[in-house]
């Protein structure tokens, strides 16, 4: 079995994984594919504020929260593994592509990072242009670890087949429960709150918590924008636009347009300063209509304080509305 390129990593037995930006997206992917390939899998910690402080040390000013929360997970994991792993994903197809951050994040990283020992293993995924789709990335990526082609390609099909389990089972469970706040008639159902929020801030305890912990407290029961089935919100989202070039902001506003009568309100939540939710926010409050939306914007020096002031607020204002009242939305 012939090894796909130069085994420039097969020395690598512990692999680092910053847990943060798309780890909370493909986490599952990566995790079940290098242990495919008998690696050992090594996640930073949670997000808490030391790792915040020093992404924001690393980093430079124009980064997004998100970026240098990335950073601060990166540096982390220094000396607890033999390479990180830190892919470029451009896009997945026309209309499908990711924000800049994510296709410089190698060379983010080791730029930041360039006066520590550090080994970054990367691959490029870039399908509309390089015509390189994930798998073929990973699989020629294994190679670089001194899998063969067969062995890769189970790796990636286990993996890929892990991932789509995880992201049916979340979607299962929160159809459930907005099937059983359906059932339940009256002043005694809870507010159903749509939480539209990039994964790596909506899943993340320390930066999403701020949010969906609140509201939770306020009685409401928090659905997740990314958790409804990602083709459907990709679908709907070309009705509100046919040019929108980011993939996550297109199932975002997909997923709002699919569960618009199903929810109460829309708590629109960005990491400052995000370029393509400076320009799809400002859309969706303009053209989103008949429903509130709560616009929140979080960095690392805002407290909460201030949020659950206005998470307060707007959870009153949508109960005066259940009750008859007028809103203006």
């Known amino acids: 079995m012939g090894i796909l390129k130069q085994s420039d990593f097969?020395?690598?037995q512990r692999v680092g994984i910053p847990r943060a930006l798309l780890y909370h997206r493909y986490g599952t992917l990566?995790?079940?594919f290098?242990?495919?390939?008998g690696r050992e899998v090594v996640l930073s910690r949670e997000t808490d504020r030391a790792?915040?402080?020093?992404?924001e040390t690393l980093s430079v000013d124009e980064c997004c929260l998100a970026s240098k929360v990335y950073l601060g997970h990166a540096a982390s994991l220094?000396?607890?593994c033999d390479a990180l792993f830190v892919p470029s994903i451009e896009n997945l197809g026309h209309r499908k592509g990711f924000c800049t951050k994510f296709q410089a994040l190698p060379d983010l990283v080791e730029?930041?990072?360039?006066?520590r020992p550090l080994r970054v293993v990367s691959c490029l995924v870039d399908e509309a242009h390089e015509h390189m789709p994930m798998k073929e990335a990973f699989v020629a990526m294994a190679g670089r670890f001194g899998t063969g082609t067969r062995e890769a390609k189970r790796a990636w099909r286990t993996a890929s087949h892990a991932q789509e389990r995880s992201d049916r089972a979340a979607a299962g469970a929160q159809e459930r429960l907005l099937t059983s706040l359906e059932t339940v008639h009256?002043?005694?159902r809870?507010?159903?709150i749509l939480l539209a929020a990039h994964p790596y801030l909506a899943h993340d305890a320390y930066l999403g918590g701020s949010i969906a912990d609140p509201l939770r407290r306020l009685g409401a029961a928090v659905v997740y924008a990314d958790q409804v089935d990602r083709e459907r919100t990709l679908k709907a989202s070309f009705e509100f636009s046919e040019t929108l070039p980011w993939m996550v902001n297109r199932e975002l506003i997909g997923a709002i347009m699919l569960l618009h009568e199903r929810i109460d309100g829309i708590v629109l939540v960005s990491a400052f300063p995000c370029g393509p939710d400076s320009m799809t926010d400002d859309a969706i409050l303009r053209c989103i209509q008949g429903k509130p939306i709560l616009n929140l914007t979080i960095d690392a020096q805002s407290g909460t304080a201030g949020l659950e002031t206005r998470m307060e607020s707007f959870t009153d204002i949508l109960r005066y509305q259940k009750k008859g009242g007028y809103v203006h939305a």
């Open 10 to 12: 097969a020395d690598v």
């Open 78 to 80: 220094l000396g607890a």
């Open 34 to 37: 290098f242990r495919e390939l």
């Open 111 to 115: 730029n930041a990072l360039h006066d």
């Open 186 to 188: 009256g002043g005694e």
């Open 51 to 55: 790792l915040v402080v020093d992404g």
């Open 190 to 192: 809870p507010l159903a």
């Open 30 to 32: 990566w995790e079940t």
